[in-house]
């Protein structure tokens, strides 16, 4: 299958993983979910920003282990069709990111993880192989801009040649720099600015759009 892009970045909050995120995922395996579920509400209204959601996040996770993390996405709810996608869009020569505003420690542990070249996210220490519960770095929506502008840069690739997926206001920034955005069951705000639209529970059907 050939596509027409030779970078292809996917948001993962939303996008990928359907009806939750990956700090809910986590929040519900550790016992803290009604304290994640208020945070999100006060995104969700614009109350906090991400700044102060990973800041009081953050130390919920004080003294959990990478292992203990990657256990708990084992059974992430992803959309349909993931594994058929990347693959496909891999075997058509397209380089992949991971454009996140969750943790970096989180998306690193990913059971798709080893489709992409490289992933963005806020960052948080370890220490004597624990997490340290305080954010070491924080992203924000231009963040995520920034990641992937970057990389490109650094593999000579203009951003008018990529393509993004995404759900939500933090991906608007990188859809308005991108060669094409794809907003996969949006927001309106993401919506708004995209090139496509597309509401499905099957990531395969973003292909066509891609060539």
Known sequence: MKIGHPVVAFDLDGTLLRGTTTSLVLAEAMGHRPAVEELERLYSTYEIDNHEFATREAALFTGATPAQIR???????????????????TDGGCTLLLATLAWQFAAEELEYRPWFAAVSGAGMAVTDGTLSGQVAQHIDEHGKLDFVQQWCQSQGVALHEIAVIGDSRSDVPLFRAAGKSIALNATDDARAVADHTIDTEDLRDILPLLH
């Open 71 to 89: 256990g708990h996405l084992r059974d992430a709810p992803w959309i349909g069709g993931v594994k058929e996608t990347l693959t496909a869009l």
